[in-house]
């Protein structure tokens, strides 16, 4: 038995093998002694790896000798193993959205964090309590799905009214600049914007940032494909939605890996 656990800025994920089946679970990091009362009772004397920004705390709720690994190294090991075999082949690029974004180069058996952004999933979930009062994560999702980011985003043909643009008319000119004097958030009055309406343009304006940032990283390392993790992605259609067409539109190859959240806890549990 072992685990490899990537303690990240919200959430706790567990790569772990017992009795020789391999699984993976997730906690909260803000109870983080939950993740430790499990681990303790699950896996009391398997040895366990860890990683991400909450990893020492953890390590010392576990309270036994513990491996730790660093978190790039960990997340770009850990890819590896959830790639089609084809993708890896040659370089790409690998955007990891978590409550940050945190981008990479990843070459063979080399990896480089070539930079990142503040903007990321705690973005989302962060805007979205202060502008809707929804504070739990598939409250937010689910209302941003019914959302149209129509109303609050100001596209390129707006600004050139009938004019011929000189971009895709159809392109965001402005995340938010559509929100005109006097609107309010949800009182169905004229001129008002739907919670729904509001945090769809929230993880628009985030799936766009996070987008464009990729592209130009990926052009200035000459490669194309750009392969997006993080926990950002699950149940958040519109991000997905958002970062693809993004993505595509710039020339870009956008890959979503399924489990890709769970990159760092398995960089880990490799290191066992
Ligand atoms: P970081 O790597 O930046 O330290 P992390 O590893 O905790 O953070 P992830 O787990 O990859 O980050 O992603 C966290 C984001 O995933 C949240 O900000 C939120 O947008 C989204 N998310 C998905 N599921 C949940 C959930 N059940 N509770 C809270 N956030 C969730
Ligand atoms: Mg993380």
Redesign the pocket.
């Given at each position: 038995d072992a685990a490899g656990i990537?303690a990240?800025?919200?959430?706790?994920?567990i790569a772990y093998v017992k009795g020789g089946v391999r699984r993976l679970c997730?906690f909260?990091?803000d109870r983080l002694t939950e993740a430790a009362d499990w681990l303790r009772k699950e896996l009391p004397a398997a040895p366990l790896c860890l990683t991400?920004?909450?990893g020492a705390k953890l390590a010392a709720l576990i309270g036994r000798d513990t491996e730790m690994m660093p978190?790039f190294e960990a997340t770009c090991a850990g890819i590896r193993l959830l790639l089609p075999p084809a993708l890896g082949e040659s370089a790409f690029l690998l955007a990891?959205?978590?409550?940050?974004?945190?981008v990479h180069v990843i070459d063979g058996e080399r990896n480089l964090r070539i930079g990142g952004t503040g903007l990321?999933?705690?973005t989302?979930?962060g805007l979205a309590r202060l502008l809707t009062g929804l504070d739990e994560?598939?409250a937010i999702v689910t209302a941003a799905a019914k959302g149209d980011r129509g109303t609050a985003d100001l596209k390129v043909r707006h600004i050139y009214e009938g004019m011929e643009p000189p971009i895709d008319g159809d392109l965001t000119a402005s995340n938010f600049g559509r929100v005109f004097p006097g609107a309010v958030i949800g009182s169905g009055e004229e001129g008002s914007i739907s919670r729904e309406d509001a945090l769809a343009s929230v993880i628009g304006m985030v799936g766009e940032a996070v987008a464009t940032l990729c592209v130009h990283a990926a052009a200035a390392h000459g490669v194309k494909t750009i392969v997006y993790?993080?926990?950002?992605f699950?149940?958040?259609a519109p991000l997905r939605q958002a970062v693809e067409s993004y993505t595509r539109f710039r020339g870009g190859e956008p890959h979503f890996v399924e489990n890709g959240?769970f990159s760092?806890a398995l960089g880990a549990l490799l290191r066992l």
């Open positions: 990537d990240g800025g919200t959430l706790v994920k997730k909260r990091s991400g920004g909450k978190e990891n959205v978590g409550t940050g974004t945190s990321g999933g705690g989302i979930v994560y598939e993790i993080g926990s950002s699950n149940g958040n959240e760092g």
